[in-house]
């Protein structure tokens, strides 16, 4: 079955750590994103990328970094900079087309990060 | 700024019945896609429907229907015979930005009365 994975499903870390976050999907899809969920708020975007060994910075992208070396794998690493990391971390998949990127967009269950 | 407002924080509506929410945004753009997004419990993120701007007819998915009024700049989704399973948050999630940004509202938290 096609689909978006994301591990781990809780992670915790301690302050001045950087941790990865992990989003791999099988959908054959160019597009990825990464969004950032906090109670209570719609998703915020972090980065996104259309293609493989390119990227952008959506609206909260300081203190995450990211990587696209492969079309399948868009992992997220979340820096010491980042000064309130606590959130849901939700990965996305969609086609691009050639008429605009105007695709539903597909999620990964999602990462619950906790920082100590 | 291009926005989204989800006016209501939450509803709740006996099983069986109709509930209508409601989304209203803000944009240039003439040529867009709207969705809507259900998040149950599991934190999943579902699609639910989706209306292409240029089209007229309003889209139906199933008990799932939108009224799409793009003059006025809103985009409602009506969920006619409501079930348990519907409980969820939901999301309107218009895709206004040419730099291939969905832009989110803050959700609407539906409950449904048994």
């Known amino acids: 079955d096609g689909g978006i994975t994301q591990s781990p499903k809780y992670l915790f870390r301690k302050e001045g750590q950087n941790v990865t976050l992990s989003c791999e999907q099988n959908?054959?899809?160019?597009?990825m994103y990464w969004y950032r969920q906090d109670p209570g708020q719609g998703l915020r975007l972090i980065y996104y990328?259309?293609?493989?060994?390119?990227?952008q910075k959506g609206d909260i992208a300081e203190g995450y970094s990211v990587s696209r070396e492969k079309k399948e794998s868009f992992p997220l690493t979340v820096t010491s900079a980042q000064k309130n990391p606590t959130a849901f971390y939700l990965c996305?998949?969609?086609?691009?087309?050639?008429?605009?990127?105007?695709?539903?967009?597909?999620f990964g269950p999602g990462t619950r990060l906790t920082v100590l | 700024a291009q926005t989204v407002t989800q006016s209501q924080p939450e509803m709740s509506v006996q099983e069986a019945e109709t509930v209508t929410l409601s989304c209203t945004y803000d944009?240039?753009?003439?040529?867009?896609?709207l969705f809507w997004y259900k998040q149950p419990p599991s934190r999943q993120m579902i699609l639910v429907i989706r209306?292409?701007?240029?089209k007229q007819q309003n889209a139906t998915e199933n008990r799932f229907s939108v009224n799409f009024q793009k003059a006025a700049k809103s985009f409602s989704l009506k969920i006619s015979d409501s079930q348990l399973g519907d409980a969820a948050m939901y999301f309107c999630?218009?895709?206004?930005?040419?730099?291939?940004?969905?832009?989110w509202g803050a959700g609407t938290k539906l409950i449904i009365k048994p």
């Open positions: 959908l054959n899809h160019d597009a």
């Open positions: 209306q292409e701007a240029y």
């Open positions: 996305a998949s969609s086609i691009q087309s050639t008429s605009g990127p105007y695709n539903e967009q597909f």
């Open positions: 944009t240039s753009e003439s040529d867009y896609y």
């Open positions: 990328s259309q293609i493989v060994n390119d990227f």
């Open positions: 999630a218009p895709f206004l930005d040419s730099n291939y940004q969905l832009i």
